[in-house]
């Protein structure tokens, strides 16, 4: 993936705003239990950028912490999932699409962990899809 963004999105009840800029790195569907519990949705369509093209505009999120390497930032008042963010700075920060106000503009390439995909929820699409990360 190499398109750029420049667009903004932010929570359901309005609390968190937020823009991001520049190059998307990758987009894609996750289907891991973490993004499922998180998300009360069966799958997660997020986009990945450098950490320096996103900014919050309005509000301050909440952070969860999920792992040992990442937390996953969210809107206290409505809980909307918004951030992936990893502890190392040089990494790219994940981008929940759907709470973009032009979710089109981050279409999927690809899905991930889809060994802990539901059995009942398919996509009607033939994008490459691994078993668990993109190197695994």
């Not at 569907?29 to 949705?41: E, N, W």
């Not at 799958?43 to 999920?66: D, E, H, I």
């Not at 990442?70 to 190392?88: K, L, N, Q, W």
């Not at 995909?117 to 996509?123: L, M």
């Amino acid at each position: 993936m190499s398109n750029s963004i420049d667009a903004e999105g932010g929570c359901l009840c309005g609390s968190v705003r937020y823009r991001v800029s520049g190059k998307i790195e990758e987009s894609g569907y996750c289907h891991c239990r973490t993004c499922q519990r998180q998300s009360g949705s069966p799958v997660v369509a997020w986009f990945a950028l450098n950490a320096s093209g996103f900014s919050y505009l309005k509000g301050a999120p909440k952070t969860y912490r999920a792992s040992d390497h990442a937390g996953r930032e969210f809107c206290s008042d409505c809980g909307t999932y918004i951030v992936f963010r990893e502890d190392d700075e040089s990494q790219t920060l994940g981008v929940n699409t759907a709470t973009l106000d032009d979710p089109a503009l981050s279409p999927p390439d690809f899905h991930i962990y889809c060994e802990d995909r539901i059995e009942w929820f398919e996509t009607d699409d033939h994008l490459p899809r691994f078993k668990r990360g993109r190197t695994d």
